[in-house]
């Protein structure tokens, strides 16, 4: 069996990226790519590569349930990354990952919610260790 332990996103700007992925979600930096349009963040158990796209590429933003791909993310206290996600003035677009429920930003969703990184990527917030099928959290 493969297992997942390496994902890349292309980002129009890696540095907002990465004070997202660090600043709201939590995912730590380990170092630059010695070629400089790239880095290495880690959520402890995988390696999450940010990759600076060329200046004079153009990629669509596709709407939530359109998009080319998302991904999860499991956090132990939904009420700060709530606040984290606030404060950065990030868009989130669902008040629960399955339902995909409408959003009211004044009430912090009871278990999950989509929101958008700097380059309209969804991801997925859950505090339920068991909202994937499959998904082991050890």
């Not at 596709?62 to 791909?69: A, D, K, T, V």
């Not at 956090?75 to 399955?98: F, I, M, P, Q, Y």
């Amino acid at each position: 069996m493969g297992l997942l332990r390496h994902l890349a996103l292309r980002c129009a700007d890696m540095e907002a990226s990465r004070r997202f992925y660090e600043d709201v979600i939590g995912w730590r930096f380990i170092s630059r790519r010695a070629h400089g349009d790239a880095l290495d963040m880690s959520d402890g158990t995988n390696n999450i590569t940010l990759i600076q796209q060329p200046g004079d590429s153009n990629r669509p933003r596709l709407e939530e349930g359109n998009e080319y791909i998302h991904f999860g993310v499991v956090v132990d206290d939904l009420d700060a990354t709530w606040s984290r996600v606030l404060d950065w003035g990030a868009e989130v677009v669902r008040e629960n990952v399955k339902e995909r429920n409408p959003v009211d930003p004044d009430v912090r969703p009871p278990v999950s919610f989509k929101v958008l990184d700097p380059d309209g990527n969804i991801v997925d917030v859950t505090c339920d260790r068991s909202e994937w099928v499959g998904a082991r959290m050890d």
